[in-house]
């Protein structure tokens, strides 16, 4: 059976096992719309948490981010996994005894402010929309390759499927259809990588396999790649850096608290019964995202070394581009691989000189076409191409629920109309996400970057806005509602500019302003990291804002002292 049958195949089949558990699972109220009932087991509710976590950019891009960057790209495998343990430890338990529904339900009551609870909807909606645009370029690239279609196409029907099990599920769909999807990305990211460390090393086990030495050879895999790479110009690849130190550590603990201020994982652990669990489910999402993420690095550089050895090989001559192999030509047709013959000789010259080097390669397809390039399997390419959307479509549907609770939980039922029945606040909520998977398609259409670089931004913007905010409601009682709300806006504020500044308004390239300024002008810091000093704004304006404005009330200093007494909790409160 030919690639193009089975992968339609596979894909079809799981896109009705979706559709099928949103049926069985749609929500009837807006406790089961925005917490699945409020009852999910917690290793459940961890396996549907690292599906959620797990996103396009974790399962497409990082791999590929680490093939090209080496160690440097380093920083998104601690980031993303540091920031995880300070979610488990220092909010998960904590916001789930606090009983709501929301993150800016939490803000607007420890902060005792409607204004509070506002600005934190439009920091969440800001990230959120921004983080879904790299879901949306992972569905588009994984449909644009495997079921042969083209980039927007590939998009509209993933935004149908998401359509389909988020609006009628909401929380007690997503969750279910997140254990399957779980399920189908790790299977398709962790099979291929074991084929092809026994290819190359002999070895199953890709993290083994990543230190040991190629098959009937003494040269280890790294001494190999970076021999290969260093050859052509590269870098070396086990010693390259992403910039300087500072840049490192900005850029890493950017991604570390902007993963633990992230709305769409911290709602995971409204939806099971005790603090107790939400604690117990963090280790186990823990545990389930560390078999990816420790098979990743693997990945990484096994993708590239087989990569440079397909366009590179061991005889020294480049590839005649008459000759290329047909993984080459499929995902030709795509748009992300590219040959610009600038000598007219027929040759592919892939080389780090960008007037000489004629092979352009988008990040982004490493991790969907080494499969091709080890000529593995189709069943094992069909899968990968299953798992890369699975990996796309379960966080865009919790990115999404994170939208739509904003809108119709916390501005139209918080803030607006808060008598509104619990039918007509469920339809809101409805017609909420469709509208936020209406606007994510069409940001999805041009997105601003690659697509673990799209969700690095996003990652800042929660880490400067919602995570500061989360961490001095639940440890200081003296940060007030005036406070606060300075701080978010402070911190959203000043990484928007630095962004902006960068990018382009609304990451459009024609709208930069202060060019004369020049690039990582602040201490050599790049965009994608500025999070972290957006954070630092954040959380000294709100400490002098508070210092000198009226204190905050004894309630609420009861209220926060309730929170962190590690006694009981009760259910999430209905509303």
């Known amino acids: 059976m030919d690639l193009k049958t089975i992968t339609y195949l596979v894909v079809g089949a799981t896109f009705v096992l979706y559709i099928g558990i949103a049926i069985w699972a749609r929500a009837g109220s807006t406790k089961e719309f925005y917490v699945a009932g409020g009852g999910v087991n917690p290793i459940a509710n961890g396996m549907a948490t690292a599906a959620d976590w797990m996103s396009a950019a974790s399962f497409i891009s990082m791999a590929g981010l680490i093939a090209f960057m080496g160690y440097g790209g380093s920083v998104f495998l601690m980031g993303w996994t540091g920031g995880y343990v300070l979610l488990a430890l220092l909010l998960a338990p904590y916001l789930r005894k606090f009983g709501k529904f929301t993150v800016p339900e939490f803000v607007g009551e420890r ?91 002999g070895n199953p086990l890709p993290q083994l396999g990543l230190g040991g030495t190629m098959t009937g050879t003494d040269q280890y895999l790294l001494d190999r790649l970076d021999q290969v790479v260093t050859e052509l110009g590269f870098t070396e690849y086990t010693t390259s850096v992403r910039g300087d130190t500072l840049n490192m550590f900005v850029y890493t603990m950017s991604l570390m608290i902007g993963t633990a201020g992230l709305p769409h994982v911290i709602i995971r652990f409204f939806t099971v019964p005790k603090v107790r669990d939400a604690r117990t489910s963090a280790g186990w999402a823990l545990f389930f995202i560390a078999i990816l993420y420790t098979t990743a690095p693997a990945v990484a550089a096994m993708a590239r070394l087989n990569l440079m050895d397909t366009v590179n090989p061991a005889s020294g001559q480049n590839l005649a581009y008459d000759e290329r192999p047909d993984w080459f030509k499929n995902w030709e047709k795509t748009g992300l691989l590219g040959f610009d013959d600038k000598n007219n000789d027929g040759k592919i010259q892939y080389t780090s000189n960008s007037a000489t080097n004629e092979l352009k390669v988008d990040r982004d397809i490493m991790v969907l076409a080494n499969p091709e390039i ?116 402070a911190g959203i504020s000043v990484t928007l500019f630095y962004v902006f500044q960068h990018k382009g308004i609304l990451f459009v390239a024609d709208w930069k302003f202060l060019q004369d300024w020049g690039s990582n002008w602040f201490f050599g810091i790049e965009p994608n990291a500025f999070g972290a000093i957006g954070a630092l704004f954040n959380f000294g304006v709100a400490y002098l804002v508070s210092r000198v404005t009226e204190e905050t009330p004894q309630e609420v200093k009861d209220l926060v002292e309730h929170v962190r007494v590690p006694t009981g909790a009760g259910d999430a409160q209905s509303h």
Not at 413 to 435: D, F, H, Q, W, Y
């Open 374 to 489: 080890a000529k593995l399997p189709n069943w094992v390419i069909a899968l990968v191409a299953a798992g890369g959307l699975a990996a796309a479509l379960s966080t865009a549907a919790g990115l999404l629920l994170a939208i739509s609770s904003a809108v119709s939980h916390d501005l139209l039922k918080g803030v607006l109309r808060p008598s509104i029945s619990e039918k007509n606040e469920l339809l809101a909520s409805r017609i909420a996400m469709a509208v936020a998977i209406g606007l994510a398609g069409y940001l999805g259409l041009n997105p601003p970057g690659f697509a673990a670089g799209t969700v690095a931004l996003a990652f800042g913007l929660a880490a400067s806005s919602i995570f500061p905010a989360l961490m001095m409601g639940i440890f200081s009682k003296t940060i007030n509602k005036e406070g606060a709300i300075a701080g978010m806006i």
């Open 111 to 201: 902060f005792y402010s409607n204004t509070a609870r506002v600005v934190a909807v439009i920091c969440l909606i800001i990230a959120s929309i921004t983080y879904v645009i790299g879901q949306m370029k992972g569905v588009g690239v994984a449909f644009g390759r495997f079921l042969e279609v083209d980039y927007d196409t590939g998009l509209y029907i993933g935004m149908t499927i998401v359509f389909l099990y988020a609006v009628m599920g909401g929380m007690k769909g997503i969750t279910y259809t997140q254990i399957a999807q779980y399920c189908v990305l790790i299977l398709a990211y962790t099979i291929p990588a074991v084929f092809i460390s026994l290819q190359l090393t």
